[in-house]
Each structure stands twice: as C-alpha cells, then as structure tokens.
C-alpha cells in the first residue's frame, strides 16, 4: 500500500526507472528493485540476490559473503553487465530444480565438471 501510494504520489503512477527512485519506496530493497527494473523494464541495474543465488553463488564459490549486497556486488564484479538480469533468472532455476539445498542432484547438473562444492552428491 505504502509503495503504490508513493508511486501515484511521489511518481505520477509510474513505478520508476532508477533504483535511486527505486529505493525511495516503502518496502523496497535492492531484491525487489533489481527484479523490477531488470525483469519488467530491462534494466541491468544489478543482480537479484534471493535466496536461490545466495546459496549456489556461496557453494559455486563465486563469493564468499554472506549479506546479499556483498554477494551482489561481487557477482556484479565478475559478471559482464549484460549477463546480470539472465544470470539471476538461471541460478533461481537451478536452484529449485537441480542444486537443491539438502540433496543437490549433481548427477543431472551441467556444472558439475566445474563445481568444486564439498556436498556434491557424485
Ligand atoms: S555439481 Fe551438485 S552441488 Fe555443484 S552446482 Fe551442480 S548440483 Fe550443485
């Protein structure tokens, strides 16, 4: 309720572009407006950090932070720009249907060559 007022009021109705603005409205963090301008809009403006890319950027060793805004920035650092809206999409993907927390299914994974995570499952 607090966002959609602040978008009529403060935005003329329009959910805004910048994730300056972005950050302006109530409820909203860099999850929210990375998915917003990046999903709607196609906007790069960072990395969603859910808990999905939280966890398999942490046992893919692409960071070693915990707090999602460290982990963004680093995914941030070693991805191309235009790779950061897919990239989300893909780690989501993977995290749900193949690199699941409890039992990771390797045998089905197309990382596995590369991945070096201690509960690998083959
Ligand atoms: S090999 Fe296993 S642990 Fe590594 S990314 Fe694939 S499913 Fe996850």
Request: glycine share 6%; net charge positive.
């Amino acid at each position: 309720m607090g966002a959609s007022k602040a978008i009529v009021e403060q935005f003329g109705g329009q959910v805004p572009r910048t994730m300056e603005q972005m950050l302006t409205l109530p409820g909203v963090a860099r999850k929210t407006a990375n998915v917003v301008l990046g999903t709607a809009y196609g906007i790069p403006s960072g990395v969603v950090v859910d808990t999905h890319v939280l966890r398999l950027a942490r046992r893919l060793e692409l960071t070693k932070h915990e707090e999602p805004k460290k982990v963004e920035r680093d995914l941030m650092d070693i991805l191309p720009q235009n790779k950061w809206i897919q990239f989300s999409h893909q780690l989501i993907w993977h995290g749900r249907r193949v690199c699941v927390a409890r039992k990771p299914r390797c045998i089905a994974c197309n990382l596995e060559a590369l991945c070096r995570a201690k509960d690998k499952t083959v």
